[in-house]
């Protein structure tokens, strides 16, 4: 009984968080005289309004399950991977570079897009690694370490873009040279969906919730997460297992980087990452680390990226705007998350 | 300033840590308060200078019941704390420091405060370098600047928690002079302290305190004797301790040096016996834990050799030692020993054997845990997270955690905070440990666990080892000296050759 209240108890403060996040952003709309019902309006409809918009959503959905898939073993391990941005970059950087390798050889395209895919995993599984050597036997945070990685990767990407793999005549920031239509994931006709992203994506989806629900290496993850010191002393090897949830979490990132070059630009763009790091690192905070819940979330905020885009069209607002819409969220829910502790505490 | 406490109380869960506690001490004194770790001497002091409330009683500061809500409020009172690890804040120049607490003004009056500052530290004959930054200073001279600070705060009572630990006897003189100067200046002084050394030179008048009960108060001149049974109660035999067959050697220590600022512990030679139960003894911070820890692989020793059957494992690491059958149970259970948040089932799938397996046998597990619940009379069930376990059973859970077949085990304060009839428990299981053939070295703070279960005894005082002693040849009062720091003349054991065979 006292569970059920517990949890009922719970939602009613999430729900409370979400009405906040939603009362703060009409709040803003009406100090710059904009009708917020006008807003959401475009919103819902931007999301939903026709079925090139509703596969759009999913195209987003994709990377953004993908990363926080990889996020939630970092998190579950007591780590705060913010250096997923650049380990997608890198994913990228790694797809892209090898397509280029086989571009005019008589190897079969699909085999090229595969080993693609599979070097930009190891390129993000590098990225990560780097931060976690640094944390594990350098000492130096982890935040710190992505952080300054996130701006190599992105000065490296952009040096490709303009340097080595500038287009034929002029280098731009559209990016590199497209590849040709054979070097691209098949997507559903006349929509830019591939079916592949989601089958990955379903994929990874059961592999975290079943690492983290039901192997030792998923306990063993928790249990350093939760107190490092027991979990040495218990017998848990934690620089090993630290570095493990680096690369785990690397491989993610670096399939969603691969995915973004070979299922939805075909080429290197400068924001190759799009952001879907930080917004997974969102993702993973709103839904509390719980491996059940990415899928819905991920969908919300796929929602909310597609849905902006014709704000500036129609009401001439930056479609920015979802952005705070998403980073008043996930403040507002953590707020009221502090709240309930609270209330709950002083009983 | 006269200080009255009038029956505090305070409880920390189960533990009262003060029981009905009355006192009343006079200005102008130097008023020691003694007492064995855990004795209520810190939790009082805490009272008086803000940090803590009490559940009841008061405070009356020249006969006047106050209120103390925090330690800004007791600056006010004129009560200030010289904290065992001086709060200060490193990386600041000292007169930077001492300017912190600084009432009112936004601007800070560098140069008059300067000198106020040399004016104050000359009547002490203290030399401390304005410009010099605080992390550079010895423990003494950190102690040193915080009495200034305090007494330019406007301190009228001062309280010194265990302020001799860590200095030199140099610097322990010139804090002496200092604070008898100040009593006779009229100030209170408090002295929390565990060494009856210090007390005897210093304070006008002690209070004992046990188990959180005021046991009585002593005038100078003191007799030893009579303060260490006050400090650690009549000692009660409990069974006598059995003597299982030692003959091999399982765990070695040859030359070991630890250090950690700001002790320094060693060399120490000693073998530890199969079967046999070490205990060390001492206060709190006397080295015994860095010993413990380095004889495990979590402190890397600055000299010598950690042998496990045979076995160099010098600087090998914790993981290692584990594996070699040595393992060990520190005293903060759910900082170091458990992990808060995971339950006991899954607190045996994390500590199996079966490595390599992926997936979880959840059912096996499940099983297991309730066999160990079982066995080990742990209340709770599988699904508990171990934050929700009570001490007692938190300690059997992390006893019943202990692989198989181990050659040594090395425990911190085995049983504190639990109620007589767990540690009884603890110990019956340890014994059967014994007579598998593990070894058993322990810390304790209770000298009567100490005699009780083991077979020899080393005495830590401020990093100084004693030589191993018989414990059925030892009384508490003799133990009790030792820890204290006295009768240490001619027992310190640099290298000594015990039982080699």
């Known amino acids: 009984m006292e569970k059920v209240k517990q949890q009922g108890l719970s939602i009613l403060f999430q729900v409370g968080g979400l009405i906040l996040a939603l009362l703060f952003v009409t709040l803003i709309l009406v100090v710059i005289d904009t009708n917020p019902l006008d807003v959401f309006r475009l919103i819902w409809e931007g999301a939903t309004g026709s079925m090139t918009r509703i596969t759009n959503i999913f195209v987003v959905w994709a990377p953004l399950v993908l990363v926080t898939c990889g996020l939630l073993v970092t998190f579950t391990a007591g780590l705060w991977n913010i250096g997923i941005e650049g380990q997608i970059t890198l994913g990228a950087i790694f797809a892209t570079g090898i397509i280029r390798m086989f571009l005019d050889t008589s190897v079969p395209p699909a085999f090229v897009i595969l080993i693609s895919i599979m070097g930009g995993m190891v390129g993000g599984a590098i990225w990560a690694a780097l931060p976690g050597i640094l944390k594990t036997y350098g000492g130096v945070n982890e935040i710190f370490g992505g952080l300054g990685l996130n701006f190599i990767a992105t000065a490296l990407n952009i040096g490709l873009i303009f340097g080595a793999w500038s287009r034929p005549g002029v280098a731009s920031m559209s990016g590199t040279e497209p590849f040709p239509p054979a070097y691209a994931l098949p997507t559903l006709p006349s929509y830019n969906l591939s079916w592949y992203s989601i089958i990955l994506a379903v994929i990874s989806l059961v592999i975290i919730f079943f690492l983290l629900q039901g192997t030792h290496l998923g306990l063993r993850l928790k249990a350093i997460g939760k107190r490092m010191k027991s979990a040495y002393r218990l017998g848990i090897p934690t620089r090993k297992y630290m570095m493990l949830s680096f690369i785990i979490c690397g491989l993610f990132a670096g399939l969603t980087g691969a995915l973004q070059v070979v299922a939805v630009y075909h080429r290197l763009i400068p924001s190759i990452s799009s952001g879907y790091g930080y917004l997974g690192l969102m993702i993973a905070m709103l839904i509390n680390y719980q491996a059940i819940w990415i899928a819905p979330i991920a969908l919300f905020f796929a929602a909310l990226n597609i849905s902006g885009i014709q704000l500036p069209i129609v009401l001439k607002l930056d479609s920015s705007l979802t952005g705070v819409l998403q980073g008043s969220l996930v403040l507002f829910i953590l707020l009221m998350q502090g709240v309930k502790q609270r209330v709950l505490g002083k009983k | ?501």
């Open chain 2, 1 to 501: 300033m006269n200080i009255g406490f009038d029956q505090i109380n305070k409880h920390f869960g189960d533990v009262h840590a003060n029981a009905d506690i009355t006192l009343s001490i006079r200005g102008g004194m130097i008023y020691g308060i003694l007492g064995e770790n855990g004795a209520g001497k810190s939790t009082l002091m805490k009272i008086l200078s803000g940090f803590i409330q009490p559940d009841s009683g008061e405070i009356q500061l020249d006969d006047n019941p106050v209120s103390i809500a925090n330690p800004a409020d007791a600056i006010k009172f004129g009560i200030g704390m010289l904290h065992q690890d001086p709060l200060d804040f490193p990386p600041m120049q000292v007169i930077e420091n001492f300017i912190l607490g600084q009432e009112g003004g936004l601007t800070l009056s560098y140069k008059d405060t300067l000198k106020e500052f040399e004016d104050l530290q000359k009547q002490f004959g203290f030399s401390l370098d304005p410009k010099a930054y605080v992390d550079s200073l010895t423990v003494g001279e950190r102690q040193q600047l915080e009495i200034l600070r305090l007494l330019w705060l406007g301190a009228r009572v001062l309280i010194l928690d265990e302020p001799t630990t860590g200095i030199s006897a140099q610097q322990k003189a010139k804090l002496f002079s200092a604070l008898k100067f100040l009593a006779e200046q009229g100030k209170t002084i408090i002295f929390v302290s565990h060494k009856l050394e210090d007390v005897e030179d210093l304070c006008h008048k002690v209070a004992i305190l046990r188990k959180g009960q005021l046991v009585g108060e002593v005038e100078s001149p003191y007799d030893t004797d009579h303060l260490v049974e006050m400090m650690f109660g009549k000692q009660i035999k409990v069974g006598t301790p059995e003597t299982v067959a030692k003959e091999q050697i399982n765990f070695e220590i040859m030359d070991l040096v630890v250090e950690k600022y700001p002790l320094r512990i060693g060399p120490v030679d000693f073998q530890l016996r199969k079967g046999e139960v070490v205990g060390l003894a001492g206060m709190e911070g006397s080295g015994q834990d860095l010993l413990l820890r380095a004889c495990v692989g979590l402190l890397r020793p600055v000299a010598g050799c950690v042998i496990v059957n045979r076995e160099d494992l010098t600087n090998k690491t914790y993981l290692e030692f584990m594996e070699k059958g040595v393992s060990y149970l520190p005293a903060s259970r759910l900082e170091e020993g458990l992990v808060p948040g995971l339950t006991l089932t899954e607190h045996f799938t994390v500590t199996t054997d079966r490595k390599n397996k992926l997936f979880i046998d959840k059912p096996h597990f499940h099983k297991k845990t309730k066999e160990k619940i079982e066995e080990y009379r742990i209340i709770g069930r599988p699904s508990t997270p171990v934050e929700s376990l009570s001490g007692g059973n938190q300690q059997r859970a992390a006893l019943s955690l202990l692989k198989d077949s181990l050659s040594v085990i090395l425990l911190e304060h085995p049983t504190r905070g639990l109620d007589m009839e767990s540690a009884i428990y603890m110990w019956n299981k340890l014994k059967e440990r014994c007579k598998q053939g593990a070894s058993i070295f322990f810390i304790s703070a209770d000298l009567d666990e100490i005699l009780n279960y083991s077979d020899r005894i080393l005495v830590f005082f401020s990093g100084k080892v004693s030589s191993p002693l018989e414990a059925s040849k030892t009384s508490l009062e003799q133990l009790g000296q030792l820890i204290g720091g006295k009768g240490w003349d001619g027992m310190e054991s640099t290298k000594v050759a015990y039982g080699k065979s």
